[in-house]
């Protein structure tokens, strides 16, 4: 159940691709092993949404950020991985780095231009109910030749 929300201030839309950027975070976590070389997060199961909030409010309302020679227009971009329980805190650290390393080389163009605050967060289960249901994940289950 590795699943990456990404909730954005909606002005963002008009200045990066959040479809790339879901990309890249998809492809980033499938790459990330645990301490035995194991793929972390199943291929069939990792999934990455981006959401643009049209309503915002972001910090002063641009009052420093307008003393600082800029716009005023903040943006604001928050990315949430929600795991299964079972990973190692190292692991979820692992996980971590590498999601903000990505989101930091992403958006690293567009914060040399404008005011952007970017927050990562990982939450890990318990889960009070968890059902699935879903054809995909046959699809990368291996066949013995």
Excluded at 23 to 42: C, H, I, N, S, Y
Excluded at 56 to 62: I, S
Excluded at 120 to 142: R, T
């Amino acid at each position: 159940m590795p699943h990456l929300v990404i909730l954005y201030t909606g002005q963002l839309d008009a200045e990066v691709n959040m479809t790339t950027l879901c990309r890249q975070m998809a492809d980033a976590m499938l790459t990330v092993k645990d301490e035995e070389g194991k793929q972390v997060f199943p291929t069939g199961g990792t999934r990455v949404l981006a959401y643009p909030a049209p309503h915002y409010a972001v910090a002063d309302g641009g009052v420093a950020g307008q003393a600082a020679g800029g716009t005023g227009d903040y943006a604001f971009v928050y990315l949430n991985v929600r795991m299964g329980r079972g990973r190692t805190e190292a692991t979820q650290q692992r996980v971590g780095q590498t999601l903000v390393d990505v989101a930091k080389t992403f958006f690293a163009p567009l914060m040399a231009q404008r005011h952007i605050g970017i927050t990562l967060q990982i939450d890990v289960g318990p889960e009070v109910f968890d059902a699935k249901h879903s054809n995909l994940h046959p699809l990368f289950q291996k066949v013995a030749p």
